[in-house]
């Protein structure tokens, strides 16, 4: 759930078991339903379906009221079914329970028994389905409606040669196309259930307020002789699964297969209708070779979609092969149900699509709510919504336009004719989705060309930089002066991927206890970051610099870093913004840096030679490829000097990181220093390496630190040195030599452990009495429940096995 800490939704991507339940007997040739509950719930059952499906919804109810939730409800339904049969003689009574007669324990089989031996005349067959609200979603009522048909019918088992084909809740316009399809192929099928007309009738002279469209119960009752059943639904389980049922009661062999939507899942069908004894026309080839057609057409726009796709557990499936397929790589894939294998079965198909497209950060949900659904797509990024009307609240706050599809449709008119299943209904789907992408590219294009490049560059500008306001500002950035102690400085990690893997670097992202580059307590959105900066700057009022420093590459997380400094330089246009890289974008994004206010910039340069680089970095990833060895390294230092040069001569003070690798680089740093300054650099800082586990150094012994001071004096006659750096983490806050940012982490909820309390006395031996006779420190502490350790260790190795000793041996 979204933002609660509760089992609470905020705005469900749901609807109750009995809406689905209902509209499963609407599949059913001359059925009458009856709700057992409260006279609101089948009202709103009936609003809901008429808005969407825009036909005549008669839907009856055993109007339970205080009385019979005290008493029982079996009179309420008795009366009801029997004003039901008297006014639309059906042929089916589907009978669904609310949540109210599920709570009171209402017997509904033995009600509807006892009805039976009251009116022995009765010829209409009775269903009973339990359909609690709370016991899942509309997903999960269909699948048990269809289940207790299969269930309650008497069947007739001699074989029949047919096939059962049993849908999900699909649009009448889907019902009618995979019906030709049956036919077409000559594949002799009963289908349940069959929405095709009784959801979408037409307009003649007479009417029925029966349903006279749908599947005869007398070809129900053939099910059980059927040789196959095609079950077009991927997350069925014993509970829900008509297929099985008929499988177990009458050995009728069943295949799951997903909804048909797309080229691999209609092919699949396709595929196994053959095996039955089908045949491919001459006119399905050509809808095949149509959408083909389509895919290439659409292709290179399709690449940029980013959709969000929310709703049932097969539609969402069905959606994310579709887009898949299509080069569109869905970043959040959402339902509202409790589905059993969700995971398994999206995330493999997006993986793979993120993989092409480069795409690093998506979201599969279940039991998901439109809160939790909206907060992810604004984390990765989303460009368009597929889904219900019901997604229209969450598509208006992200300023995102939604493609409506699925049910409900309430808000547009022709939701029950709306397609996505078979290569026509697929290539429907896939227009609408791509020509809203185009819509909204062509509409906006110039405002948004307009806004980066003209009116927005003006507003968020900040003051064009004298050589006085500059150095100002360079007096009080902490790590490009000796201001270490007076003013602070932020780090936002907003930047978690880097395109470059060096040999001492691990990156972290839920790392709380290391103080190195590359590791924070999280990840933070750009708005998060915005949020979280006003948080500091309150209670830090010394606070002058904003940066971004990872925890991997800045400008290879550039829209992220882009976004956040827009943000945070209109809520506070006089603060500093500083920003590390490793440089190999520096070229591309240098002058867009400027205009967003950059005005400090620390590059990684550790060699001015490819073939040391090539020892220092195992690859990069470069315009969509990898390069390793000295090729990489190449275009590595490339466009770290180009980059340098270029943003030095914007103005922009440049500082230069070199990381000192003993046996690698250690007889270069004089020439990497002698070389920036030539490109404009400012300040060198000459760092220690760190070796991290996990790492390719981890082995490699750091350099001696007089090595290291002699090489930052010899340095500094050619280029001012920084002799202060403290290996700053990317979530670092405060002054260098006080890091508050634990401060302003999220608190995690965990079981709180007793402190160790002792105390060490350490070089000086056994403690001596004070001036008070008997006031021995020991006595005093262990009066106090503190243990007493004496060692002739340094005080931090005494401490680390005092507090081994008080835990039996863990290391702490």
């Given at each position: 759930m979204g933002a609660n800490l509760v089992q609470l939704n905020v705005n469900p991507c749901k609807m109750c078991m009995p809406m689905g339940s209902l509209t499963a007997f609407f599949g059913i040739r001359g059925c009458m339903t009856i709700l057992h509950g409260s006279q609101g719930c089948s009202t709103y059952i009936r609003r809901h379906m008429a808005t969407h499906y825009n036909e005549p919804v008669d839907i009856a109810s055993s109007s339970l009221t205080e009385q019979g939730t005290v008493f029982g409800g079996a009179d309420n339904l008795i009366r009801g079914l029997e004003n039901l049969i008297q006014l639309y003689h059906p042929e089916v009574i589907g009978v669904a329970t609310s949540c109210l007669a599920e709570t009171i324990g209402e017997d509904v089989p033995a009600i509807v028994e006892t009805f039976r031996q009251k009116h022995p005349e009765l010829d209409a067959a009775l269903i009973t389905v339990p359909s609690a609200?709370?016991?899942?979603?509309?997903?999960?009522?269909?699948?048990?409606?269809?289940?207790?048909?299969?269930?309650?019918?008497?069947?007739?088992?001699?074989?029949?040669?047919?096939?059962?084909?049993?849908?999900?809740?699909?649009?009448?316009?889907?019902?009618?196309?995979?019906?030709?399809?049956?036919?077409?192929?000559?594949?002799?099928?009963?289908?349940?259930?069959?929405?095709?007309?009784?959801?979408?009738?037409?307009?003649?002279?007479?009417?029925?307020?029966?349903?006279?469209?749908?599947?005869?119960?007398?070809?129900?009752?053939?099910?059980?002789?059927?040789?196959?059943?095609?079950?077009?639904?991927?997350?069925?389980?014993?509970?829900?699964?008509?297929?099985?049922?008929l499988n177990e009661k009458y050995g009728v062999p069943f295949l799951r297969l997903p909804l048909p939507c797309g080229l691999a899942a209609t092919d699949a069908l396709i595929r196994e209708l053959k095996k039955l004894g089908g045949t491919v026309s001459e006119g399905l080839r050509k809808e095949r070779e149509r959408y083909l057609d389509a895919m290439i057409d659409s292709h290179k726009y399709n690449a940029l979609a980013r959709p969000v796709i929310c709703g049932e557990p097969d539609f969402?499936?069905?959606?994310?092969?579709?887009?898949?397929e299509n080069g569109a790589v869905p970043v959040v894939a959402a339902t509202g149900s409790d589905c059993k294998g969700w995971e398994e079965s999206i995330r493999p198909q997006i993986e793979k699509a993120a993989s092409v497209q480069l795409v690093k950060r998506f979201s599969v949900l279940n039991d998901a709510d439109f809160d939790e659904i909206e907060h992810a797509a604004r984390e990765n990024g989303a460009n368009l919504i597929i889904g219900s009307s019901d997604a229209r609240r969450a598509a208006a706050n992200l300023g995102l336009d939604l493609v409506r599809h699925s049910f409900p449709v309430h808000d547009h008119v022709g939701g029950q004719r709306l397609r996505m299943l078979g290569y026509e209904g697929s290539l429907q789907l896939l227009d609408r989705m791509t020509n809203t992408l185009l819509s909204k590219r062509n509409s906006r294009f110039r405002g948004e060309q307009y806004e980066k490049y003209y009116r927005g560059a003006k507003e968020t500008s900040p003051p064009d930089e004298t050589a006085e306001s500059l150095a100002l500002r360079t007096a009080k950035h902490p790590c490009f002066t000796c201001a270490e102690g007076k003013y602070a400085r932020m780090h936002l990690p907003v930047a978690p991927e880097c395109n470059i893997q060096c040999g001492y670097c691990v990156r972290k992202f839920d790392c709380p206890n290391e103080s190195r580059p590359g590791v924070t307590s999280g990840i933070l959105t750009p708005e998060e970051a915005l949020e979280k900066y006003k948080r500091v700057k309150e209670k830090i009022p010394n606070l002058t610099v904003a940066g971004i420093a990872g925890p991997g590459d800045a400008l290879a997380n550039f829209p992220e870093t882009s976004e956040t400094l827009r943000l945070i330089r209109a809520y506070d246009p006089d603060v500093t913004f500083c920003l590390s890289t490793n440089g190999l974008m520096l070229p591309l994004y240098a002058q867009e840096l400027v205009r967003l206010g950059v005005t400090h910039v620390t590059?990684?340069?550790?060699?001015?030679?490819?073939?040391?680089?090539?020892?220092?970095?195992?690859?990069?990833?470069?315009?969509?490829?990898?390069?390793?060895?000295?090729?990489?390294?190449?275009?590595?230092?490339?466009?770290?000097?180009?980059?340098?040069?270029?943003?030095?001569?914007?103005?922009?003070?440049?500082?230069?990181?070199?990381?000192?690798?003993s046996g690698i680089n250690e007889n270069e740093i004089a020439e990497v220093v002698r070389t920036v300054k030539q490109l404009g650099a400012k300040l060198t800082n000459i760092m220690q390496l760190v070796p991290v586990k996990g790492s390719a150094f981890e082995h490699l012994s750091p350099v001696p630190n007089r090595k290291l001071a002699d090489l930052r004096r010899e340095c500094g006659k050619i280029l001012p040195q920084m002799l202060h750096c403290r290996h700053c983490r990317a979530?670092?806050?405060?002054?260098?030599?006080?890091?508050?940012?634990?401060?302003?982490?999220?608190?995690?909820?965990?079981?709180?452990?007793?402190?160790?309390?002792?105390?060490?006395?350490?070089?000086?031996?056994?403690?001596?009495?004070?001036?008070?006779?008997?006031?021995?420190?020991?006595?005093?502490?262990?009066?106090?429940?503190?243990?007493?350790?004496?060692?002739?260790?340094?005080?931090?190795?005494?401490?680390?096995?005092?507090a081994k000793q008080m835990t039996g041996g863990i290391e702490t």
């Open positions: 609200g709370y016991s899942g979603t509309q997903y999960e009522g269909f699948f048990r409606t269809l289940r207790a048909v299969v269930s309650q019918v008497e069947m007739d088992t001699r074989p029949n040669g047919k096939v059962n084909v049993i849908t999900g809740m699909i649009s009448p316009a889907d019902t009618r196309w995979l019906k030709s399809l049956l036919e077409g192929m000559g594949v002799e099928a009963i289908l349940l259930p069959d929405l095709s007309e009784n959801l979408d009738g037409g307009h003649g002279d007479s009417y029925s307020r029966l349903p006279m469209g749908g599947t005869p119960i007398s070809e129900i009752g053939l099910m059980g002789g059927a040789r196959m059943t095609l079950e077009l639904s991927a997350f069925q389980n014993k509970d829900t699964s008509p297929a099985r049922v969402v499936r069905s959606v994310v092969g579709l887009c898949c590059v990684t340069l550790n060699t001015v030679s490819p073939e040391t680089g090539a020892k220092i970095y195992s690859h990069i990833d470069f315009m969509g490829k990898r390069y390793y060895g000295e090729e990489g390294a190449s275009i590595l230092l490339a466009n770290q000097l180009s980059g340098l040069k270029l943003l030095c001569s914007l103005g922009v003070v440049c500082k230069i990181n070199i990381v000192l690798l979530d670092a806050i405060g002054t260098l030599d006080n890091d508050r940012s634990i401060e302003f982490r999220e608190k995690p909820q965990q079981k709180s452990e007793a402190p160790l309390r002792f105390a060490v006395a350490a070089r000086d031996g056994k403690p001596e009495p004070t001036c008070e006779a008997d006031a021995i420190p020991e006595q005093k502490l262990s009066g106090h429940g503190i243990r007493l350790f004496t060692t002739y260790d340094k005080m931090e190795h005494a401490v680390k096995n005092g």
